[in-house]
């Protein structure tokens, strides 16, 4: 990994002291005290690297749909070019170009940086964690985002939260899955924290791009595979192996999405339009997660009604076996790693607290 | 309700034809479409008034949000001053405010607007309808917000989706509730459908504003007052008599707030503006659920801790009663009213399809 001594190469923006800028994680007063520089209106011309497939329904599009917001609401002023995965950086080196200045921003996922160190992965999904709304209110008031920026602080990076899939299905397998026992030996791909959950019940983890899925179904490298969800999967094609389709999905019942920018690009910005990313990240985020909302069941839908897809569920004990891993995933993840620790405290104080508030607002029959 | 020829008020704002203009619902997209003016570099200057008492947690704080929001993104071109309820004109009055000019926006909620026909009180809430995550991706990605639109066309008012609650409380209860006949002749205060169902439960419902429900609980004009949620309801004071304060809020598992804009006064706008607020508009709405989110179950254990509130689950057969004349309501506005019918199709076909995600999302044992 990186860091600042790399950010020479950031195509020769000035760097600026903006100590006051995002100190209110993104809300308008924050922002209205954010320095920035002196507006002599020049305009600013940024690559924007991507690790989704270009154009991918949700992700890909979510890339562009900031993009365009971001030029919008810059009143054309920033103008951002968007690469696909592999076009300019493969997907799992993202957070690396954005930290060397390669491009001004990054559209991906916390847990694909594993040099961030392990607390990087909290900022996507926490297995049997918050969903979105949930997930969400802890970044924005419940100190989730200030602790994600000081988290990438050390590289010169600013996340900004950008996105979420929603809860995502449990990943497709080869072979039914009835116990526990069954997982192991299997060759899986999972990202994050599900991940390791999944190593700690004797599966094989192996990381990949998503492109890349497809093929190590078909060729035998894989023996299940994890992407988003039913309106990410049918795209990529998962459902053509006859696999058998799992839910709920456990590791991810929120999938936060991250715009990365690097810091000395962003203080190159008059505060005006250092606000105008803010909120078209902002913005761009609701948005992939009603498109997420809208089409997943759509989309499974299609995938039961044409395709006959088998659409099963992780046995209860299943899921009570891996909720145990997961509990001890966390622990571990504390002990070794402070920063890791605050995260996860301050994260589990926020869950329990709004897990009485999720109660008392089920309607279902005796729900509460 | 004044129409059309009472927009001759509306502060000399020259009135321009925009057909394009938000034909794709506040998308980037189609805001790029938009005619708006030639941009001038003139200065706007707006009034907002509001349904809520000034500074009211979540309600008005969001409305002071939204104005700022406006303020930033439109680069400081557009200044919103706010004005509470009765400040300018009372809390039921802001959309007849809006549509004659008198104010360029309001802050409110279309459950309020009784002028408007009986559909728009199902652009607030539906009993025992989606949550705010589902009801927002029926507004952006499934016609519901084209459809909201069509129906303030008519008055030169354009609705923006701009804030939630989320689920509220089932309200405040002098008397415990055993059964369904309990509420017959109860003086409740509850707006929109819920109250439209209590009504059918045999109970006397009156509408007041937020800041008048604490003195007639007080005075023994009401025996059961519904307000927002533990958030809002502490601000007000509303746990002071010693009710019993239930769950779940049936009546309200998603609550919109809507920004409310004077045609003539948007179109008077160049494109670029019409962007900014139609995405001021989309983060306003975002900040107020996560706010709420954050802050109900803080202040309903503040409620229960403190204040030693009595907090009290509706029993089973008084729910299922409840959600039998709901349907009995949706049906007959269906039947009566051939606008609510398609707002109602629309949304419940919505519903339905994405009540299976719901399950196959659900975490709890056996919730599948």
Redesign the interface.
Known sequence: MRRREFLGKAGGLAALASAGALAGCG???A??ESTGVRDTGLRFHWRMVTAWPHGSPGLGAGAE?LA??IN??S??RISVRVFGADDLVPALEVFDAVARGSAEIGHGAAHYWEDVGPAAQLFTSVP?GMN???T???????GGLALWRDLYRHFDVIPFPCGNT??Q?GGWFKQEIHELSDLEGLSIRMSGLGGEVMRRAGARVVSMAGDDIPEAMRGGRLDAAEWVGPYGDRDLGLHRWGWHYY????QQ?SSLVEALINREAYEALPS?LQ??VT??C??A???M???F??????A??ELVSVYDVP?Q?FP?PV??SLRRLTDEVLEEMADEDSTAGRVIRSYQD?QS??A??RE????D????
């Open positions: 809300s308008p007063e922002n209205g749909y365009r917001a919008e609401l009143g054309g049997f979105a709304q949930e969400h209110a802890w970044l924005y008031q419940g929603g809860a299905m839910y709920p999905g456990w019942p005006g606000q105008a909120h078209a902002r913005v985020s609701d948005h997660l009603m498109e909302t809208a089409r997943n069941q759509q499974l839908d659409v569920r209860d899921l009570a926020f607290q709004l009485r508030w008392l607002t089920n309607l029959p005796s729900a509460g």
